[in-house]
T-cell receptor, first 117, second 115 residues
Framework: DTEVTQTPKHLVMGMTNKKSLKCEQH?????MYWYKQKAKKPPELMFVYSYEKLSINESVPSRFSPECPNSSLLNLHLHALQPEDSALYLCASSQFGENRPGANVLTFGAGSRLTVL | AQSVSQHNHHVILSEAASLELGCNYS??????LFWYVQYPGQHLQLLLK??????LVKGIKGFEAEFIKSKFSFNLRKPSVQWSDTAEYFCAVNKLTGGGNKLTFGTGTQLKVEL
Protein backbone atom coordinates (compact mmCIF):
# COMPACT_ATOMS: atom_id res chain seq x y z
CA ASP A 1 0.00 0.00 0.00
CA THR A 2 1.70 3.19 -1.18
CA GLU A 3 -1.08 5.63 -0.50
CA VAL A 4 -1.93 8.37 1.91
CA THR A 5 -5.67 8.37 2.51
CA GLN A 6 -7.50 11.49 3.63
CA THR A 7 -11.07 11.82 4.83
CA PRO A 8 -13.38 13.51 4.26
CA LYS A 9 -12.75 14.59 0.67
CA HIS A 10 -15.01 17.60 1.12
CA LEU A 11 -16.11 19.38 4.29
CA VAL A 12 -18.35 22.39 4.74
CA MET A 13 -18.51 23.90 8.21
CA GLY A 14 -19.73 26.98 9.97
CA MET A 15 -17.49 29.24 11.98
CA THR A 16 -18.76 27.82 15.26
CA ASN A 17 -18.44 24.16 14.33
CA LYS A 18 -15.86 21.66 15.51
CA LYS A 19 -14.72 19.15 12.92
CA SER A 20 -11.69 16.97 12.21
CA LEU A 21 -9.71 15.96 9.16
CA LYS A 22 -8.16 12.51 9.16
CA CYS A 23 -5.13 11.06 7.43
CA GLU A 24 -3.86 7.49 7.33
CA GLN A 25 -0.85 5.76 5.81
CA HIS A 26 0.28 2.16 5.98
CA UNK A 27 3.73 2.50 4.44
CA UNK A 28 5.50 2.38 7.79
CA UNK A 29 6.47 6.02 7.45
CA UNK A 30 7.51 7.76 10.66
CA UNK A 31 6.93 11.38 9.68
CA MET A 32 3.62 12.94 8.77
CA TYR A 33 2.73 16.43 7.63
CA TRP A 34 -0.14 18.85 7.19
CA TYR A 35 -0.01 21.35 4.37
CA LYS A 36 -2.55 24.02 3.37
CA GLN A 37 -3.08 24.89 -0.30
CA LYS A 38 -5.16 27.82 -1.44
CA ALA A 39 -6.37 28.00 -5.03
CA LYS A 40 -3.60 28.69 -7.54
CA LYS A 41 -1.00 28.74 -4.75
CA PRO A 42 1.70 26.31 -3.62
CA PRO A 43 1.22 24.09 -0.58
CA GLU A 44 2.28 25.75 2.66
CA LEU A 45 3.62 23.70 5.55
CA MET A 46 1.56 23.78 8.73
CA PHE A 47 2.78 20.96 10.99
CA VAL A 48 5.30 18.13 10.99
CA TYR A 49 5.13 15.09 13.22
CA SER A 50 8.29 13.06 13.57
CA TYR A 51 8.05 9.73 15.41
CA GLU A 52 4.61 10.78 16.69
CA LYS A 53 5.95 13.98 18.22
CA LEU A 54 5.23 17.46 16.92
CA SER A 55 8.53 18.69 15.51
CA ILE A 56 7.50 21.69 13.43
CA ASN A 57 4.64 24.15 13.91
CA GLU A 58 4.77 26.94 11.36
CA SER A 59 3.07 29.48 13.63
CA VAL A 60 -0.34 28.10 12.78
CA PRO A 61 -3.31 29.67 14.65
CA SER A 62 -4.56 27.64 17.61
CA ARG A 63 -7.91 27.07 15.91
CA PHE A 64 -6.00 24.32 14.08
CA SER A 65 -4.96 21.53 16.44
CA PRO A 66 -3.00 18.56 15.14
CA GLU A 67 -2.93 15.14 16.74
CA CYS A 68 -0.90 12.04 15.96
CA PRO A 69 -2.47 9.09 17.81
CA ASN A 70 0.01 6.60 16.34
CA SER A 71 2.54 6.32 13.54
CA SER A 72 -0.15 5.60 10.94
CA LEU A 73 -2.69 8.27 11.79
CA LEU A 74 -2.72 12.04 11.73
CA ASN A 75 -5.66 14.23 12.60
CA LEU A 76 -6.29 17.94 12.25
CA HIS A 77 -8.93 19.26 14.63
CA LEU A 78 -10.73 22.39 13.50
CA HIS A 79 -12.56 24.84 15.74
CA ALA A 80 -13.85 28.37 15.27
CA LEU A 81 -12.43 28.66 11.78
CA GLN A 82 -12.69 31.72 9.59
CA PRO A 83 -13.83 31.88 5.95
CA GLU A 84 -10.24 32.61 4.91
CA ASP A 85 -9.30 29.16 6.22
CA SER A 86 -11.16 27.64 3.28
CA ALA A 87 -8.55 25.67 1.34
CA LEU A 88 -7.34 22.23 0.32
CA TYR A 89 -5.65 20.56 3.28
CA LEU A 90 -3.01 18.07 2.27
CA CYS A 91 -1.55 15.31 4.37
CA ALA A 92 1.80 13.77 3.50
CA SER A 93 4.18 11.23 4.94
CA SER A 94 7.85 10.35 4.60
CA GLN A 95 9.94 7.39 5.62
CA PHE A 96 11.86 9.00 8.46
CA GLY A 97 11.42 12.09 10.54
CA GLU A 98 14.99 13.26 10.18
CA ASN A 99 16.69 14.00 6.92
CA ARG A 100 18.36 10.88 5.58
CA PRO A 101 19.37 10.51 1.96
CA GLY A 102 16.49 9.04 0.03
CA ALA A 103 14.22 9.10 3.04
CA ASN A 104 12.69 12.53 2.85
CA VAL A 105 10.52 12.06 -0.18
CA LEU A 106 7.00 13.10 0.71
CA THR A 107 4.01 11.10 -0.47
CA PHE A 108 0.87 13.22 -0.58
CA GLY A 109 -2.77 12.38 -0.12
CA ALA A 110 -5.50 13.74 -2.40
CA GLY A 111 -6.50 16.33 0.17
CA SER A 112 -9.58 17.43 2.05
CA ARG A 113 -11.29 20.45 0.54
CA LEU A 114 -12.59 22.62 3.36
CA THR A 115 -15.16 25.38 2.97
CA VAL A 116 -15.87 27.60 5.97
CA LEU A 117 -19.13 29.54 5.77
CA ALA B 1 14.61 32.34 5.22
CA GLN B 2 14.60 29.72 2.57
CA SER B 3 12.74 30.59 -0.63
CA VAL B 4 12.08 28.93 -3.93
CA SER B 5 11.41 30.90 -7.11
CA GLN B 6 9.71 29.74 -10.24
CA HIS B 7 9.82 32.52 -12.78
CA ASN B 8 7.40 31.09 -15.32
CA HIS B 9 3.90 31.24 -13.86
CA HIS B 10 2.02 30.24 -17.00
CA VAL B 11 3.44 28.42 -20.00
CA ILE B 12 1.55 27.46 -23.12
CA LEU B 13 3.15 25.07 -25.61
CA SER B 14 2.12 23.08 -28.61
CA GLU B 15 2.51 19.32 -28.56
CA ALA B 16 6.05 18.15 -29.40
CA ALA B 17 7.57 21.46 -28.30
CA SER B 18 10.45 21.37 -25.84
CA LEU B 19 9.92 22.46 -22.25
CA GLU B 20 12.17 24.12 -19.73
CA LEU B 21 10.82 25.41 -16.41
CA GLY B 22 13.11 27.45 -14.21
CA CYS B 23 13.60 26.97 -10.48
CA ASN B 24 15.97 28.85 -8.21
CA TYR B 25 16.39 28.58 -4.46
CA SER B 26 18.02 30.85 -1.96
CA UNK B 27 19.30 28.49 0.73
CA UNK B 28 23.09 28.12 0.81
CA UNK B 29 23.40 24.91 2.77
CA UNK B 30 22.93 21.31 1.72
CA UNK B 31 19.57 20.79 0.09
CA UNK B 32 17.52 18.10 -1.52
CA LEU B 33 15.58 19.19 -4.59
CA PHE B 34 12.33 17.97 -6.05
CA TRP B 35 9.84 18.57 -8.79
CA TYR B 36 6.22 17.65 -8.08
CA VAL B 37 3.35 17.68 -10.56
CA GLN B 38 -0.33 18.23 -9.87
CA TYR B 39 -2.61 17.13 -12.70
CA PRO B 40 -6.08 18.70 -12.78
CA GLY B 41 -8.13 17.28 -9.93
CA GLN B 42 -5.36 14.97 -8.76
CA HIS B 43 -2.95 14.90 -5.86
CA LEU B 44 0.67 16.00 -5.90
CA GLN B 45 2.96 13.41 -7.43
CA LEU B 46 6.74 13.24 -7.39
CA LEU B 47 8.30 13.77 -10.83
CA LEU B 48 11.94 13.54 -9.85
CA LYS B 49 14.38 14.25 -7.07
CA UNK B 50 18.02 15.17 -6.50
CA UNK B 51 19.91 14.18 -3.38
CA UNK B 52 23.54 13.90 -4.49
CA UNK B 53 25.77 12.59 -7.26
CA UNK B 54 25.05 13.12 -10.95
CA UNK B 55 23.47 16.58 -11.22
CA LEU B 56 21.37 15.48 -14.18
CA VAL B 57 18.46 13.45 -12.87
CA LYS B 58 15.82 11.64 -14.80
CA GLY B 59 12.26 11.25 -13.65
CA ILE B 60 9.03 9.77 -14.80
CA LYS B 61 7.31 10.46 -18.12
CA GLY B 62 10.48 11.61 -19.87
CA PHE B 63 11.20 14.54 -17.56
CA GLU B 64 14.69 15.44 -16.41
CA ALA B 65 16.23 18.18 -14.31
CA GLU B 66 19.70 19.58 -13.88
CA PHE B 67 21.12 20.77 -10.59
CA ILE B 68 23.58 23.63 -11.04
CA LYS B 69 24.97 24.39 -7.60
CA SER B 70 26.74 27.60 -8.61
CA LYS B 71 23.49 29.03 -9.91
CA PHE B 72 21.27 27.64 -7.12
CA SER B 73 19.09 26.26 -9.89
CA PHE B 74 17.19 23.05 -10.60
CA ASN B 75 15.47 23.50 -13.95
CA LEU B 76 13.01 20.97 -15.31
CA ARG B 77 13.17 19.87 -18.95
CA LYS B 78 11.33 17.66 -21.37
CA PRO B 79 12.36 17.38 -25.05
CA SER B 80 8.84 16.88 -26.41
CA VAL B 81 5.70 17.62 -24.42
CA GLN B 82 2.37 15.88 -24.78
CA TRP B 83 -1.16 17.13 -24.22
CA SER B 84 -1.30 14.92 -21.11
CA ASP B 85 1.52 16.97 -19.55
CA THR B 86 -0.96 19.78 -18.92
CA ALA B 87 -0.65 20.31 -15.18
CA GLU B 88 0.79 22.50 -12.45
CA TYR B 89 4.48 21.93 -11.74
CA PHE B 90 6.05 22.74 -8.39
CA CYS B 91 9.71 22.92 -7.58
CA ALA B 92 10.46 22.13 -3.94
CA VAL B 93 13.49 22.37 -1.71
CA ASN B 94 14.21 20.54 1.51
CA LYS B 95 17.10 21.87 3.55
CA LEU B 96 18.88 19.27 5.61
CA THR B 97 18.51 20.05 9.29
CA GLY B 98 18.54 17.99 12.42
CA GLY B 99 14.83 18.42 12.83
CA GLY B 100 11.94 17.35 10.73
CA ASN B 101 11.73 17.67 7.01
CA LYS B 102 10.69 21.14 5.94
CA LEU B 103 9.81 20.98 2.27
CA THR B 104 9.25 24.43 0.78
CA PHE B 105 7.45 24.78 -2.54
CA GLY B 106 7.89 27.33 -5.27
CA THR B 107 4.91 29.29 -6.53
CA GLY B 108 4.22 26.79 -9.28
CA THR B 109 4.06 26.89 -13.08
CA GLN B 110 0.82 26.18 -14.85
CA LEU B 111 1.64 24.35 -18.09
CA LYS B 112 -0.94 24.07 -20.82
CA VAL B 113 -0.13 21.90 -23.83
CA GLU B 114 -2.27 22.52 -26.88
CA LEU B 115 -2.96 19.97 -29.59
Amino acid sequence: DTEVTQTPKHLVMGMTNKKSLKCEQHMGHRAMYWYKQKAKKPPELMFVYSYEKLSINESVPSRFSPECPNSSLLNLHLHALQPEDSALYLCASSQFGENRPGANVLTFGAGSRLTVL
Amino acid sequence: AQSVSQHNHHVILSEAASLELGCNYSYGGTVNLFWYVQYPGQHLQLLLKYFSGDPLVKGIKGFEAEFIKSKFSFNLRKPSVQWSDTAEYFCAVNKLTGGGNKLTFGTGTQLKVEL
